[in-house]
Every structure is written in structure tokens, then in C-alpha cells.
Nanobody, 119 residues
Framework: QVQLVESGGGLVQAGGSLRLSCAAP????????MGWYRQAPGKQRELVAT???????NYADSVKGRFTISRDNANNLMNLEMNSLKPEDTAVYYC?????????????WGQGTQVTVSS
């Protein structure tokens, strides 16, 4: 069972900042596009940001300019810097590793970390 381990969630006031981290096994991390997804109560899980092994990034429109995704390939770590947080950013944030094996996408998920932004 592949384990992705998230850390860094918590409670913050609107306008504040948090940093999330995700550690993944090296054999998964190196071959994967890494990403963050989030799920708010009563809503579907949604993409927040992704980063390829080469460093190309993609962001949801709702977080562009406020969140920054990065990866440390030497240490198999991925981070999400979240600034100017809003109450609508409140959700459980999940780390994801997505890789293609024989042209089939395999997804690996962390257990999730709660981010709560108070107004």
C-alpha cells in the first residue's frame, strides 16, 4: 500500500498563510505528477494545483496568485504555500501522485489534512 503523508494543515484567520507538505515514496514521487486536491463539506473533490516532474505547474483559477506549488525531487517532497487565505479555502486537502503505467493512470492519495480559514 503506497502511502503519501501530508502535514501542515490547521486553523488560520482570513488573510493568513499556511504551508502544506506531502512526502511520498521515491519510486512513486519520481515518476509522478504531484498535486493537491481539496474537498469541502457537501462538495466534490476539486483540483487545487499540480506540478510535473519537470516543474510545470497548473492551478485552479480560484487559487491563482495566492497558492504556490513546489516539489523537492531530491527529498521526495511536495509543498503548497497558501497565502491570502479565504474562508472558502476551508476544506480537507489531499496530496495526490498520478503516474502512467502502460498508458493507464494510477492515482495515489494521502489521508488528507484539514485547513480551516475563519472569517
Amino acid at each position: 500500500q503506497v502511502q503519501l503523508v501530508e502535514s501542515g494543515g490547521g486553523l488560520v484567520q482570513a488573510g493568513g498563510s499556511l504551508r502544506l507538505s506531502c512526502a511520498a515514496p521515491g519510486n512513486i514521487f519520481s515518476m509522478s505528477t504531484m498535486g493537491w486536491y481539496r474537498q469541502a463539506p457537501g462538495k466534490q473533490r476539486e483540483l487545487v494545483a499540480t506540478i510535473t516532474g519537470g516543474g510545470s505547474t497548473n492551478y485552479a483559477d480560484s487559487v491563482k496568485g495566492r497558492f504556490t506549488i513546489s516539489r523537492d525531487n531530491a527529498n521526495n517532497l511536495m509543498n503548497l504555500e497558501m497565502n491570502s487565505l479565504k474562508p472558502e479555502d476551508t476544506a480537507v486537502y489531499y496530496c495526490n501522485a498520478a503516474r502512467l503505467v502502460n498508458f493507464i493512470r494510477n492515482d495515489y492519495w494521502g489521508q488528507g489534512t484539514q485547513v480551516t480559514v475563519s472569517s
